[in-house]
């Protein structure tokens, strides 16, 4: 069983930037492609970005491609979403997940990650 724990979420203004942060509790982690996820409130959850196990590929979401990156550090077991120039349309909870199938593809549907952390909140203020 794989922990992921997000922490980071706060609330911003628009313009401001905040790092999201996910550790993981699993020694295959670099076997994972790991995902970050959002749901705002009355909305399906939905795919943000997301990094293959050895940094190889990353893939964003259109309307955050350039303002947010997503990175990770095997040695440390942890992924982080580094958030720019925020917009209060980001504003949602965010997940941190795992796809223990895949190391080196990228799939965006929320059905094939099969570990998901808490969700931290993200607030953006016009």
């Known amino acids: 069983q794989v922990q992921l724990v997000e922490s980071g979420g706060g609330m911003v203004q628009a313009g401001g930037s905040l790092r999201l942060t996910c550790a993981a509790s699993?020694?295959?982690?670099?076997?994972?492609?790991m995902g970050w996820f959002r749901q705002a409130p009355g909305k399906e959850r939905e795919f943000v970005a997301a990094?293959?196990?050895?940094?190889?590929?990353?893939l964003y979401k259109d309307t955050v491609k350039g303002r947010f990156t997503i990175s990770r550090d095997n040695a440390k077991n942890t992924v982080y979403l580094q958030m720019d120039s925020l917009k209060p349309e980001d504003t949602a909870i965010y997940y941190c997940?795992?796809?223990?199938?895949?190391?080196?593809?990228?799939?965006?549907?929320?059905?094939?990650?099969?570990?998901w952390g808490q969700g931290t909140q993200v607030t953006v203020s016009s």
């Open positions: 997940a795992a796809d223990s199938k895949n190391t080196i593809l990228i799939i965006t549907s929320t059905q094939v990650y099969d570990y």
């Open positions: 699993t020694r295959t982690f670099s076997r994972y492609t």
């Open positions: 990094v293959t196990g050895s940094s190889s590929r990353t």
